[in-house]
């Protein structure tokens, strides 16, 4: 996204909160654990890694002998290998006090998972047998009022996974024309009454504040469903500002490329967006063929590279949807590595 102009006399954020008063508790974690099957002998790869808790399962998982040793007994770090990303800094930070005790055994860096395949060769990852991306937002950022994420407590109206991100949230609600900001409402937020929230937000402005903003449409449209009525709005703004739905498309291709034959790639997102990219991507990599319905000889040469191991998206159970409410939304999808070369049908 082209960078904006900065904003005159915006409220400037305090220093990045690490987070330590919030908890994160990491979606489906079995459930990533079942179709990633680490193994002592493993190398693998969280490109969100949030709060930690998946690399976490992952070490633990793939340690060889006794995985609860690793907790009291650092110089025993022998398992599979794990590299984590992440885009948040404060994230970084965290994920990195929190694994020191696996040593040689992992690897956190600072990135947007979209250089993942650059990031991985640079890191001794080229190939590997299992990736996660957890698409959600980590407790941690939702909780820190500074990151401008949450409806419910006034901050800066930031949004930004990394704070160097030249974008805020704050620029496009202040800079962008009514139909612009309209378009980003409807098409990332499907949000169906996204000219009535634009026009209002036009007429406030500026807005500096998530406080000040949820209240411009709180004041514009009635709630429904049990959601506030800024909650499709502010999605649009993150994914906008983050350019999370190009990032996903970039990233797809080069998770599957870095899997060996028989690696597994693990998909949790969280709202239908994302979902449907990654269906649509699996869908279309399962197949041989992608020309279209009217060519009656294949002329694409396309050939599989996976195979879909959820023919529909895995739902958290009840029980942690009770624990952890946040992940009510979560959708799961999961799919294998086919060998590079596949032999004519």
Do not use: W
Request: hydrophobic share 40%; charged share 25%; with cysteine.
């Amino acid at each position: 996204m082209a960078s904006l102009p900065a904003l005159p006399n915006a409220p400037q954020p305090t220093s990045e909160s690490t987070g330590t008063s919030s908890t994160h508790t990491s979606v489906m974690p079995q459930e990533v654990l079942d179709f990633l099957g680490p193994r002592p002998d493993g190398v693998y790869i969280d490109a969100t890694a949030g709060g930690g808790g998946h690399s976490e399962a992952i070490l633990l998982a793939s340690s060889s002998g006794d995985s609860l040793s690793l907790a009291v007994d650092p110089a025993t770090p022998v398992g599979g290998r794990v590299l984590s990303i992440d885009a948040d800094p404060a994230a970084v930070k965290r994920v990195s006090q929190r694994l020191q005790r696996f040593d040689r055994r992992t690897v956190v860096v600072h990135s947007n998972f979209r250089h993942l395949s650059r990031v991985a060769i640079q890191q001794g990852f080229a190939r590997v047998d299992g990736i996660l991306l957890d698409l959600g937002l980590s407790s941690f950022q939702l909780g820190d009022p500074e990151r401008g994420f949450a409806l419910m407590a006034d901050g800066p109206l930031d949004m930004r996974f990394d704070p160097e991100q030249d974008v805020s949230a704050a620029d496009l609600v202040n800079r962008l024309d009514e139909k612009a900001l309209a378009d980003l409402i409807y098409h990332y937020g499907e949000e169906r009454y996204s000219r009535r929230i634009a026009r209002a937000i036009i007429a406030a402005r500026p807005l500096y504040t998530t406080g000040e903003l949820a209240a411009v449409i709180g004041n514009t449209i009635a709630r429904r469903e049990r959601i506030h009525p800024a909650t499709r709005t502010f999605q649009a703004l993150r994914i906008a500002v983050n350019e999370e739905l190009a990032v996903l498309s970039d990233v797809l291709p080069q998770a599957v490329k870095l899997l060996r034959p028989g690696g597994h790639l693990v998909v949790i997102s969280f709202h239908s967006l994302e979902d449907r990219i990654v269906k649509n991507f699996f869908r279309r990599e399962a197949t041989d063929c992608i020309c279209p319905k009217e060519v009656i000889i294949c002329e694409c040469g396309h050939r599989a590279s996976l195979r879909v191991l959820t023919k529909k998206p895995l739902r958290p159970s009840q029980n942690e949807v009770t624990v952890n409410p946040r992940s009510r939304s979560a959708r799961l999808r999961a799919a294998e590595k086919l060998p590079d070369s596949i032999p004519d049908r």
